[in-house]
């Protein structure tokens, strides 16, 4: 299993408050997961990584992807 960790912003009304956001990548079933994020958004975000990994010529890994967002001070709202 593969283990990345980035500390990022993000925006939320008028402040940007630290985010860290973990990526996994495991062998299994081809999967790709995010949490942390509304379920809106969450549908959202899975689009723009894998086009944004496309069109940077990059391959798409074929294993177990899952991507998590953690703050205590954003409140996930629907």
Do not use: W, Y
């Amino acid at each position: 299993m593969s283990l990345a960790v980035v500390r990022s912003r993000a925006p939320a009304s008028g402040r940007a408050p630290e985010v860290t956001v973990e990526v996994h990548l495991a062998n299994g079933l081809p999967s790709f997961s995010i949490v942390g994020l509304p379920d809106l958004e969450v549908r959202e975000s899975r689009e723009r990584v894998r086009a944004a990994l496309q069109n940077c010529n990059f391959d798409f890994p074929v294993r177990r992807i899952t991507i998590i967002f953690q703050t205590c001070k954003i409140v996930k709202r629907a």
